[in-house]
């Protein structure tokens, strides 16, 4: 009986161990530049569009920056340029289905919405497909996800800083 608390209490300690080095490795900048590599690889997978993110800083779990984040359109147009984007949440909200913004700044950004005067949709069109699952490339993949309702999310936002819009 010994040796079986012995060895779940080693194996309790690698798998602490193992989440304060996880931890660990993503507060450094070879962590923080794998984090950018996986958030742009998502986003071009997601979009189908081009992006680039020149850098990505955070504390977990209190606040993420991005800058200058490039997301072309699908004419390879700068359909958003941002220098910075400065988030401060509590992450561990999130769990319990709740968005808890405590400040939000965003600094040098260009958004270049546009609609030519034949097409029935905004350039920006594809973002919103691509985010609500309005992509009739998803369905077949949605058809086969149970899609039961879930409770609506709650969003709280503190304050919000813009500068150098346009």
Known sequence: MRKWIKR?????????????ALILFLHTPWGKSVVRNEVRKYLVNKLKAPVEIGKIDYRLPAWIQIMDLLILDRQNDTLLYS?????NLRMLKLLQSSVDVNAVRLDDIVLNVSREVHEPHFNVQF???????SNPDADTVISTIDTTKSAPWDLNVGEVSLNRIR
């Open 127 to 133: 973002v919103l497909d691509a985010f609500t699952g």
């Open 83 to 87: 220098g910075n984007v400065y988030v």
């Open 8 to 20: 779940l209490a080693v194996f309790l300690a690698v798998i602490v161990f193992l989440i304060i």
